[in-house]
């Protein structure tokens, strides 16, 4: 079966660094992405791997292993609007993505 | 970037009554849209893939006639709750995939929250 995991909930400090770990194992693989969830609103774009590698992006950047089967989203110098959920998507052989349960991060002061 | 809206952003009904979500994709083509609910702490649960001109794909347990999708045009899609029940209240998220974007991405609207009561 197709199966994605990412830890359920992070904590970390305002100003510090972050990494959200994914892993998974799906039926062909054409990409994946990580989105942001702000409580009660709809997911936004943050990043897409489709090579091995590491994608910059300002504070946050994205990391893919093929071989592995294992992406890592980081962020870094944490701002407390950083506090929401991550969802970790990969696009299977058919286009279609399959989600992660998503990782609710807490930014302390 | 792409922008996809959805109307209205929040319902309240009564139990029995049918609501209709609209979804569009406002400065784009989209001929594939997606049909998502998430429940509270939950993460995003693919209900149908919407293609243009074309019937819709229903993921497995969910039933074709109580939530019915039409994707009349390469900007619009409709979902229908038809006969809502409290257990149907939720967010209901729609996404759209851009013909010409590379990156399969899909975008999302803002969410429609249905309350039945």
């Known amino acids: 079966g197709q199966n994605i995991d990412q830890p359920t909930e992070m904590t970390a400090t305002e100003g510090a660094i972050v990494q959200i770990n994914c892993t998974y194992q799906?039926?062909?693989?054409?990409?994946l992405f990580w989105y942001q969830q702000h409580a009660g609103e709809a997911p936004t774009f943050l990043s897409y791997?489709?090579l091995d590698g590491l994608e910059e992006k300002g504070r946050f950047s994205s990391f893919l292993s093929r071989s592995k089967g294992y992406s890592y989203l980081l962020l870094k110098e944490l701002q407390m609007k950083d506090s929401a959920s991550y969802l970790c998507a990969v696009s299977d052989s058919n286009y279609q993505l399959i989600w992660g349960a998503g990782t609710k991060l807490i930014i302390k002061p | 970037g792409a922008v996809v809206s959805q109307h209205p952003s929040r319902v309240i009904c009564k139990s029995g009554t049918s609501v209709k979500i609209e979804c569009r994709s406002l400065d784009f083509q989209a001929t594939t849209m997606f049909w998502y609910r998430q429940f509270p702490k939950q993460s995003l649960m693919l209900m149908a893939t919407?293609?243009?001109?074309?019937?819709?794909?229903?993921e497995q347990g969910v039933e074709k006639d109580k939530f019915l999708i039409n994707h009349a045009s390469l900007t619009l899609s409709t979902l229908t709750v038809t006969s809502a029940h409290p257990e149907d209240s939720s967010f209901y998220i729609c996404?759209?995939?851009?013909?010409?974007?590379?990156?399969?991405?899909?975008?999302f609207g803002p969410g429609t929250r249905l309350t039945v009561l």
């Open positions: 996404s759209a995939r851009d013909m010409a974007n590379s990156y399969n991405e899909q975008f």
């Open positions: 799906t039926s062909g693989f054409n990409g």
């Open positions: 919407s293609n243009e001109g074309s019937k819709a794909t229903y």
């Open positions: 791997n489709v």
